[in-house]
């Protein structure tokens, strides 16, 4: 049982009150930085790509499905990995329910990956997911959105990853990280990237975490989602969600 002091009803209602005015500001905090996101300026997207995907090759303009909005999740899946990154799996058992939504607000979400096709379906099945999931493997968007890294590069000791070149962490054996990268098609087809997130950026797409977080134990984690793993593999150890959890890429 965790160490916490046990009160009287009027004692606890005192201190809830006072977290409850903590909790008004970081909401008031976030509704401004979501403000400040919407007001960032755009870049127009003047090279092609194009990604591999079930019903052939389309380009990047093509993955909207008809809509303004697009919405990519860098889902760390290299070529030959036996299976994808433990807390991408986490975040993406979080968005199938809101695919439904997302489409009828004019928001198309796709991972991309950088593993081979028919790696991504044979993992997607295992997973049981249903949201679309396209391959990178043929072209730089991986690299040119700094979440895939060749082997070659990485020889220099530093990386450039969230906006900040760095040394090459010690503990990242891999060549992919995961990201969230967010665009916009106008009427003339034209296509801007608008914002781009890394790290634990994209966090609060993971709704058990948040529910987690108001548990009276909270994530009870020593190192971040270091409690993680696939949702079919709880009786396994999980790997580390920075490292190749399988063969070298």
């Known amino acids: 049982m965790p160490e916490h002091a046990v009160v009287s009803q009027p004692e606890w209602l005192n201190a809830r009150k006072a977290l409850l005015l903590k909790e008004k500001e970081a909401t008031h905090l976030r509704d401004k930085i979501n403000a400040e996101r919407l007001a960032l300026p755009w870049v127009r997207v003047d090279k092609e790509y194009v990604f591999d995907t079930p019903e052939g090759k389309k380009k990047l303009e093509d993955l909207f499905g008809g809509r303004s909005q697009l919405i990519v999740y860098h889902f760390m899946l290299g070529p030959g990995w036996e299976a994808g990154c433990p807390g991408c799996s986490f975040l993406s058992d979080h968005l199938d329910g809101a695919l439904p939504h997302l489409n009828h607000h004019d928001v198309t979400l796709v991972a991309v990956s950088r593993a081979p096709l028919a790696e991504i379906a044979a993992y ?126």
């Open 124 to 249: 997607k099945k295992r997973m049981g997911w249903q949201f679309p999931w396209v391959s990178a493997f043929n072209g730089d968007f991986n690299f040119d959105f700094h979440v895939s890294f060749r082997r070659e590069d990485l020889k220099s000791g530093k990386m450039e990853y969230n906006f900040t070149e760095s040394p090459v962490p010690a503990e990242f054996t891999g060549t992919e990280l995961p990201g969230l990268s967010s665009f916009y098609k106008d009427e003339s087809g034209e296509v801007f990237h608008t914002y781009s997130s890394y790290g634990r950026g994209p966090e609060e797409l993971i709704g058990t975490l948040m529910i987690l977080d108001r548990a009276p134990k909270g994530r009870n984690e020593k190192s971040t989602m270091d409690f993680v793993r696939r949702h079919d593999e709880y009786e396994e150890k999980p790997h580390n969600c920075c490292e190749s959890p399988a063969k070298a890429s």
